[in-house]
Every structure is written in structure tokens, then in C-alpha cells.
Nanobody, 127 residues
Framework: QVQLVEAGGGLVHSGDSLRLSCLAS?????????????MAWFRQAPGMEREVVAG???????YYIDSVKGRFTITRENAKNTLYLQMDSLKSDDTAVYYC????????????????WGQGTQVTVSS
């Protein structure tokens, strides 16, 4: 079973930066490890649906939602089994619980396509 543990959340002011990390361990039922999984960061604000923020494929192609393009950067370091999300120029609208997720599926960024989830880390941006 793949396990994901996020770290790095906190309380910051508008314009500040944070870097989230997600440590992966274990493997899927068919033996896949993190380097063979597509990874993504999702977030969920109070009263809102969970949304994808950024994703990265096994060949490190990336995807971002429009509201974070140019401000957030997703990277992966397979040798350390770690996924990162560098968040710059944070805004109050970025306040949410951020989740790391992994999928065996070859495409798609919808949350229902992801098989493994972390417990989440709170990011609060004060204006």
C-alpha cells in the first residue's frame, strides 16, 4: 500500500512563500513505487469541493490550474520519494487544506481518479 505524508503547511501573510513536501512510502498491489505513479496536489477550502492545484507525470510533465500558474511549482524527487509544491506570492484565496495524491492512471487530474491520499496539511494565508 502506498502511504503519503504531507508537511510544510502553516500560517503566512499575503505575498509570502511556503514549500509543501509529501513523502511517499510503500508500493501498490502490483508493485509500483512512487517513480511509476502520477502525483498531484489538491486543496479543499471550507465549504468548497476539493480541487486539483498541480500535477506531475512520471516523465515530469506538469499541469497547473490557472489561478496558480506562475506562482506555484510542482516538482518530484524520486530518489527521495518526495513530491514538492513551492508556493510563492500566496494570496488569501489559497487558504485551504492541501493534500498530496498519487494515481496509477495514465491520464486525468480529477480527484476520483486518484488512488492514494495523504492526510492533508493546513495552509492559511492572512491578508
Amino acid at each position: 500500500q502506498v502511504q503519503l505524508v504531507e508537511a510544510g503547511g502553516g500560517l503566512v501573510h499575503s505575498g509570502d512563500s511556503l514549500r509543501l513536501s509529501c513523502l511517499a512510502s510503500g508500493r501498490t498491489a502490483t508493485g509500483m513505487t512512487m517513480d511509476k505513479l502520477r502525483m498531484a496536489w489538491f486543496r479543499q477550502a471550507p465549504g468548497m469541493e476539493r480541487e486539483v492545484v498541480a500535477g506531475i507525470g512520471i516523465l515530469e510533465t506538469t499541469y497547473y490550474i490557472d489561478s496558480v500558474k506562475g506562482r506555484f511549482t510542482i516538482t518530484r524527487e524520486n530518489a527521495k520519494n518526495t513530491l514538492y509544491l513551492q508556493m510563492d506570492s500566496l494570496k488569501s484565496d489559497d487558504t485551504a487544506v492541501y493534500y498530496c495524491a498519487a494515481t496509477r492512471a495514465p491520464m486525468g487530474w480529477a480527484s476520483n481518479g486518484f488512488d492514494y491520499w495523504g492526510q492533508g496539511t493546513q495552509v492559511t494565508v492572512s491578508s
